[in-house]
């Protein structure tokens, strides 16, 4: 059969080849000019989003740090609207009572504790009243001040009086960040901001939402609101360190702190059920920080052979993280039921299971610690981490945990929480 462009003698074919051609050619120009509108539509929407503030994004300026909670509900549901649970009263005292790490931002030389009481503790009653008159949890505003300006202390919050890192894209955070005339105005701002977020209908929610998450969650604002694809998980760990604590000041459980130096340690902890820890740290101050453990050091990753010695020190031994120091990681299992017996489980999924919960509770209840290992979803660690159970509340709600790593938190938290994406626990001292 012959091919129809063929070209025959009587040229009709060469004829009908060249238009089709023409149409071809005609129907690419089409198409490209399409693609160009499109993308030239698409700069244009986001530069004037841009220049109204309704994109803003927030550059991480200082590490935030990784603290432990009390269980309340903010935390399990990683809202981002306030549910009226707690006063101003309230919310000013844990303010109040939140002591800032010791030292200084890298940007300006500016002290943290300076920054958190110039500004944010200065300021507590203004993060409330302004955050709740928008609907928002001050508590998500507070940490997000907190996390995008290293307590007050970067270039942008200086200078600018922007603590929130609103305006400040990642291609020039300084020139891009909004100016404000004073601390109440840049919460105010980042307040209505975070309600148009949250507000169904508006262009966030559906941008939210077209990105597959709650628009009224942190990790739906977070979303759009930075670049960096763990913000919201860094701004929770941030609430959960200023926030987590308990309103009073008396402790859940029988247990007490004692202030008790020693290589590697500050405090000691005494349990409700006797026994006396030592709460070595795996990055503070120590002889053994900076000695070989797998392929880095027990600063960078020896939460687990800083745990042994925790519970170890329970025991009466003086054992310290230096003492598995090596270039090979050790059995966490094996080098603790050689000293004391116990029985070691890991989980067949990620996740504590009602068994899990209620096993190490009875465990606690007899005296003797427990051993976590805990993955990403944990709010304690954007990997995995190691840490000790000393202690457990009369109710068997709250766990007093002892964190290896400095910036952690040393105290009361709510169980589910300390047990969120639990992988292995090893009940010390429950062996033969």
């Given at each position: 059969?012959?091919?129809?462009f063929?070209?025959?003698?009587d ?6 080849k ?6 071809g050619?005609v ?6 000019l399409?693609?160009f ?5 698409l ?17 991480n300026?200082n590490?935030s740090l ?12 990683g ?5 009226g649970?707690?006063?101003e ?8 009572s ?8 890298s940007?300006t ?7 958190y009481?110039?500004y ?23 940490s ?11 270039n942008?919050?200086?200078a600018k009086?922007?603590f ?16 404000y005339s004073s601390?109440a ?9 975070l309600?148009?977020y949250v ?8 941008m939210i939402?077209g990105k597959?998450?709650?628009p009224?969650t942190?990790?739906g604002?977070?979303?759009i609101?930075?670049?960096?694809p763990?913000w ?8 959960i360190?200023?926030f987590?604590q ?13 202030s ?12 409700s059920?006797?026994r ?5 740290k795996?990055n503070?101050?120590?002889?053994y920080?900076d000695k ?5 050091t ?5 939460c ?10 329970g ?5 310290t993280?230096?003492?598995w120091?090596?270039?090979?990681l050790?059995?966490i ?14 989980n067949s999924?990620s ?10 509770q009875?465990?606690l209840k ?9 993955l990403s ?12 159970l000393l202690?457990?509340?009369?109710d068997?709600?709250?766990v007093?945990l002892?964190?290896?790593n ?5 105290g ?8 969120t ?12």
């Amino acid at each position: 059969m012959k091919d129809s462009f063929k070209e025959n003698d009587d040229g009709k074919n060469k004829q009908n080849k060249i238009i089709f051609k023409k149409i071809g050619l005609v129907r690419i120009i089409i198409v490209l000019l399409s693609l160009f509108w499109i993308l030239c539509g698409l700069v244009i929407i986001t530069s004037v989003f841009k220049v109204l503030g309704l994109l803003d994004g927030g550059t991480n300026n200082n590490a935030s740090l990784i603290y432990g909670d009390n269980g309340s509900s903010f935390l399990q549901s990683g809202s981002a609207l306030f549910d009226g649970s707690y006063t101003e009263a309230e919310f000013v005292e844990l303010v109040n009572s939140f002591v800032p790490p010791d030292g200084v931002s890298s940007e300006t030389g500016l002290n943290f504790k300076w920054g958190y009481n110039t500004y944010f503790k200065a300021n507590a009653s203004n993060f409330y009243k302004i955050a709740t008159s928008y609907g928002i949890d001050p508590r998500f505003v507070f940490s997000i001040g907190i996390h995008e300006s290293g307590y007050g202390t970067s270039n942008i919050s200086q200078a600018k009086l922007n603590f929130f890192g609103y305006g400040a894209y990642d291609s020039d955070p300084y020139g891009g960040a909004h100016g404000y005339s004073s601390m109440a105005a840049s919460i105010e701002a980042v307040s209505k901001g975070l309600k148009n977020y949250v507000t169904e209908g508006t262009v966030y929610y559906n941008m939210i939402k077209g990105k597959g998450y709650d628009p009224t969650t942190i990790e739906g604002c977070g979303s759009i609101y930075a670049s960096d694809p763990d913000w919201a998980k860094k701004v929770r760990q941030t609430m959960i360190r200023i926030f987590g604590q308990t309103v009073s000041a008396t402790p859940v459980g029988d247990g007490t702190v004692i202030s008790e130096s020693g290589d590697g340690y500050t405090q000691v902890y005494t349990s409700s059920y006797g026994r006396t820890y030592k709460e070595f740290k795996q990055n503070g101050p120590s002889s053994y920080r900076d000695k070989p453990y797998g392929d880095d050091t027990i600063a960078a990753q020896g939460c687990s052979i800083t745990s042994i010695a925790i519970v170890l020190s329970g025991y009466g031994y003086n054992y310290t993280p230096a003492t598995w120091s090596s270039s090979s990681l050790v059995s966490i299992y094996g080098e603790t039921n050689k000293v004391v017996p116990s029985v070691n489980h890991t989980n067949s999924v990620s996740g504590a299971t009602s068994e899990n919960k209620e096993a190490i509770q009875n465990h606690l209840k007899t005296g003797n610690p427990v051993i976590i290992h805990v993955l990403s979803k944990s709010p304690f660690t954007a990997n995995q981490h190691w840490m000790a159970l000393l202690d457990i509340s009369s109710d068997g709600s709250q766990v007093y945990l002892s964190n290896p790593n400095i910036t952690g938190v040393n105290g009361w938290v709510n169980i589910d929480t300390a047990l969120t994406d639990l992988m292995t626990y090893i009940l010390v001292g429950g062996g033969n």
